[in-house]
């Protein structure tokens, strides 16, 4: 039994990282060019004005299929709702134009994010990934709390 909850709190370490990486670039392309010129480690770097997603990053640690999850979830939701700016920058953050190594991974939550629109019902969703123990609006209210720190 030990082991078994050792697996999983290393499992639920990895969903806590992945929604650490997807709220860091979600402030990175919600940021304002004025503050990703100031707050840019390598202002050398041509790209400082072009925000990117960590989408190969995301999915390596992304284990129980969260992530995807949320976005399949964000997919179904057709009613505005009260974290309607946060969904809408995640779901913005798809429309990126990925760096190279990223776009295979990019790939694989867009399908997640279709997958849901054409779904129209998050247990569908729930269904597709069933290894997420959470629920979307737990995720969503997660990301809003990291947001707001």
């Not at 030990?2 to 670039?25: A, E, R, T």
């Not at 129980?64 to 399949?72: D, S």
């Not at 964000?74 to 974290?83: I, P, V």
Request: contains cysteine.
């Amino acid at each position: 039994m030990g082991y078994k909850l050792i697996i999983l709190l290393g499992l639920l370490l990895g969903v806590l990282y992945c929604i650490h990486i997807l709220v860091q670039d979600y402030q990175a392309v919600t940021a304002s060019k004025i503050l990703r010129f100031l707050f840019k480690r390598d202002t050398s770097s041509h790209n400082y004005t072009r925000p990117s997603v960590r989408w190969r990053k995301i999915l390596m640690y992304d284990g129980i299929q969260c992530t995807r999850f949320l976005y399949c979830a964000l997919g179904t939701a057709t009613e505005a709702r009260s974290d309607g700016e946060v969904r809408r920058g995640l779901i913005l953050m798809l429309s990126l134009e990925p760096r190279g190594e990223d776009k295979d991974s990019l790939e694989v939550f867009e399908s997640a994010y279709e997958f849901g629109r054409n779904a129209h019902d998050e247990r569908i969703c729930r269904k597709m990934f069933p290894m997420c123990p959470f629920k979307s609006s737990l995720l969503l209210d997660l990301i809003k709390y990291l947001l707001s720190r």
